[in-house]
């Protein structure tokens, strides 16, 4: 424990502009606007003509999306109500929701499975990635529900600061509103967090939110007492039929559409002095037409409509027709994850030290079946520890399988066998040993055919071993022979004839595949996942900023006060050489 | 108030400054003592202390950002009375998980404290959080610097308690993983 109260007190010391944007109730704001007076007064003129009153109707309202009270006994909060935010009650979207909620509030009450897991999520639960499934128990239950439903499950979340161009397709829904991008899903559920300018009463936040139909959304919102609401339906200046709900601490604007449900959120009520007027305001503002049919991502990106695509490559000669599968490819993404941030190898073990700066992967149709297969190389930088897994995605279960798992020093051939080169040669040969696979389709896995490996005469007699060549073999008079074993390392030589009749027999004697091996990366995951969708995978150069931070020289004085209070004397910077005021500004306080 | 002129209310000594204070951060750093505390009374003990603490250095030193130096008081001085009565075998429920969590984040040699790891280790966290995308910097900033409540979070940030405990469960093995490649071990 002590470590990670030192880590406590070391974040106290990180710099104040994290401790300010993230102080409760601040949020961020990009690109902020404002609305024109004269234009308000003429909405608000024509929302009066056409608004229509309809206090405590239980109709299309709050009420529609509650969820059922769910009995905390550890709890002694006041009884407050929770909302769904993706669609009303009866939309398979909240029934599924309402089940998974239950489940949820029922499973590892105490905490205690999730303490064991002990931050490492198994990598079979990777296509759960977007929620918080942590057990073979949760798993199954949010796969019943959802089969249940029919719904799908999100399998990609993209970051909108880094991919911009997702939401840019929307175009400008948002109106005169600031908004600042936080997430989006595959299927185009995402969140944006605006600011609204009103002429009376100054700069209220909100949050919008569209959860796509069709897909398990687990988005729930904490309401507090729900008859302390007044709503009503109102028709947008757009024609959209919207109902406001507004209470003392927060108020909500609820929108069904075809394809999508729409909320949004605004974190202050009656107390801060909202009325419905703003809310209108707020309604008006939003160009709901445009959340609606709802383009994923990937297929608008990609010009294609469905997840699939396939690539005409060459294979011996032929055309064969390799498919893209999105799907596969996230599922890829998640287990390069899972050994990147989490350590975890496909086989489910814990990698004893991570990926380091030589692993690599690559996407390819190694194995000649017309599907893309990830060749994943980890090399920690210890030869020991090194591993090379050959994998494979069945669309049925939507999970990964290893076909091949060996010393990560692959070469793939054209006909879809392989040869598994060794560690080390330390042999008198200079042909690398290797183990020889081929590949059954049927089931999709490798067949080890033989351990190989050769004796040249040239290196036994740069050895001084020259009596050792097996001169009796090499009938060819190569000056090469060679073994092969099938349930280990061979003994017997035999001539080089005699070799390439055995590797002809077993299909081996084939051109080699090229395979665009790419280092181990966030940014190339990002990269391999988007390939097809065009997209840029413009990511933070972390390593360029790390860099820089190393780079900074330092120049620290010292003024022997107690700034922080913690009984400790510090040291406050009074210069720094080589900075700008405007990074000397964002130095913390040190403890010395 | 502007923050400038609360300080300069301090640096004219005015016992006003304080008052003022109080009237702009007071909820601020009544929040993030009760965080740490959960307890009212010595929340707000925390609180005074920190307006005496001000009170004693600002004529010294003129705070850049009067927030995130009040707050960093608030909090150092929560923190004390946290392992005071932790010592005391007095935990306090919600603090103890935070630490919980983090435990882990970096591995321990068992040696003597060392200042000097400690601002290596600052420095450290300042380039993971740069490097962290916007949102998934605040959610963690508000669990382990302000200690706030998961329920909290999502609420604030409209997203569902798994979701949150999901981006700080990512969150804390990349930084586990960035301390690890940095050669951090205390």
């Known amino acids: 424990m002590r470590e990670a109260k030192r880590i406590i007190r070391a974040l106290g010391d990180v710099d104040d502009r994290y401790i300010e944007e993230a102080a409760p109730g601040k949020k ?109 128990e949760m798993a199954e239950e949010i796969d019943r529900i959802t089969e249940k439903y029919g719904l799908a499950l999100h399998t990609t979340s993209y970051d909108l600061q880094e991919h911009p161009e997702l939401i840019e397709t929307l175009g400008d829904f948002l109106g005169d509103n600031g908004g600042y991008y936080t997430y989006m899903y595959e299927d185009g559920t995402f969140e944006v967090e605006g600011t609204i300018q009103l002429a009376d009463t100054g700069a209220w936040d909100f949050v919008l939110l569209r959860s796509v139909k069709g897909t398990f959304h687990d988005a729930m919102l904490d309401i507090g007492d729900i008859a302390e609401y007044q709503e009503m339906l109102y028709e947008t200046e757009c024609g959209v039929p919207v109902t406001l709900a507004l209470g003392k601490s927060r108020a909500l604007v609820l929108v069904d559409l075809e394809d999508c449900f729409v909320t949004i959120t605004i974190p202050y009520g009656t107390e801060k002095g909202l009325g419905q007027s703003h809310m209108k305001i707020l309604a008006d503002s939003i160009d709901f037409a445009a959340l609606t049919p709802v383009v994923k991502p990937q297929s608008d990106l990609s010009n294609s409509s469905g997840s699939v695509e396939h690539d005409e490559v060459v294979k011996d000669g032929s055309e064969v ?225 790390l860099d820089e931070c190393e780079n900074m020289k330092v120049h620290w004085e010292s003024d022997s006060i107690d700034v922080d209070g913690n009984g400790i004397t510090d040291y406050a910077i009074v210069g720094i050489v080589g900075l700008s005021l405007n990074e000397r500004e964002r130095m913390p306080y040190r403890h010395a | 108030m502007d923050d400038n002129k609360i300080i300069d209310l301090y640096w004219k000594r005015s016992e006003s400054a304080i008052a003022e204070t109080d009237k702009k951060y007071g909820r601020y750093c009544s929040t993030i003592a009760f965080n740490i505390l959960h307890n009212r009374e010595d929340a707000e003990e925390c609180v005074n202390d920190t307006y005496f603490k001000v009170w004693g250095v600002i004529p010294t030193l003129r705070p850049l950002k009067f927030s995130a130096f009040i707050g960093r008081i608030t909090r150092n001085l929560s923190l004390n009375k946290y392992e005071y009565y932790n010592a005391k075998k007095r935990g306090q429920g919600e603090t103890q998980v935070v630490f919980e969590e983090l435990q882990g984040c970096i591995t321990s040699t068992g040696n003597v404290e060392d200042a000097i790891e400690d601002m290596l280790l600052s420095e450290k966290l300042n380039c993971f959080l740069e490097g962290l995308p916007t949102e998934k910097r605040k959610i963690f900033m508000r669990r382990y610097w302000y200690l706030s409540e998961v329920k909290d979070i999502a609420s604030d940030y409209q997203m569902s308690e798994s979701k949150v405990k999901m981006i700080l469960l990512r969150t804390r093995n990349a930084l586990k993983e960035y301390l690890e490649q940095e050669g951090i071990v205390l």
């Not at chain 1, 234009?39 to 009153?53: E, G, P, Q, R, Y």
């Not at chain 1, 398979?92 to 303490?115: C, H, M, N, T």
């Not at chain 1, 040869?419 to 290797?434: E, I, R």
Request: aromatic share 14%.
């Open chain 1, 28 to 136: 961020n704001r990009t690109h902020l606007s404002y609305r024109k007076l004269a234009v308000l007064v003429a909405c608000l003129v024509l929302m009066l003509s056409l608004s229509i009153v309809a206090y405590a109707a239980n109709w299309f309202g709050l009420r529609d999306l509650l969820l059922p009270f769910i009995n905390r006994s550890s709890s002694i909060e006041e009884e407050s109500s929770t909302i769904g935010l993706s669609g009303y009650q009866a939309s398979k979207e909240w029934q599924a929701l309402a089940e998974w909620r239950e489940f949820v509030s029922q499973y590892d009450p105490d905490g205690r499975i999730y303490q064991n897991i002990d931050g490492r999520l198994d990598s079979s639960f990777a296509r759960y990635s977007c929620y918080l499934v942590y057990s073979q």
């Open chain 1, 321 to 545: 027709a390799v498919e893209y599968d999105a799907d596969a490819r996230q599922i890829y993404a998640a287990t390069l994850r899972n050994l990147l941030y989490n350590n975890i190898l496909p086989d489910g073990s814990t990698a004893e030290t991570s990926v380091g700066e030589y692993s690599s992967f690559a996407i390819s149709d190694v194995d000649s079946d017309g599907k893309e297969e990830l060749v994943l190389l980890y090399d920690p930088g210890v030869m020991a520890d090194e591993k090379g897994y050959i994998m494979g995605y069945d669309s049925d279960t939507g999970e990964t399988y290893i076909q091949l798992e060996e010393f990560p020093y692959f070469a793939f051939l054209r006909n879809g066998n392989l040869k598994a080169l060794s560690s080390h040669n330390q042999t008198y040969g200079d042909m690398w040993p290797y183990l020889f696979y081929r590949y059954i389709p049927e089931s999709d896995t490798y067949e080890l055919v033989g351990y190989v490996h050769s004796e040249d005469k040239q290196v036994l007699e740069l050895n001084g071993m020259s009596d050792q060549y097996p001169y009796k073999a090499d009938t060819s008079e190569t000056g090469t022979v060679y073994y092969v074993g099938t349930d280990g390392w061979g003994t017997t030589p035999m001539d080089e004839t005699d070799y390439m009749e055995w590797l002809n027999a077993n299909e081996g004697n084939v051109q080699e595949l090229e395979i665009p091996y790419l280092p181990f990366t966030e940014e190339n995951i990002g990269k391999m996942e988007c390939q097809k969708k065009n997209m840029s995978g413009n990511s933070i150069d972390t390593r360029r900023l």
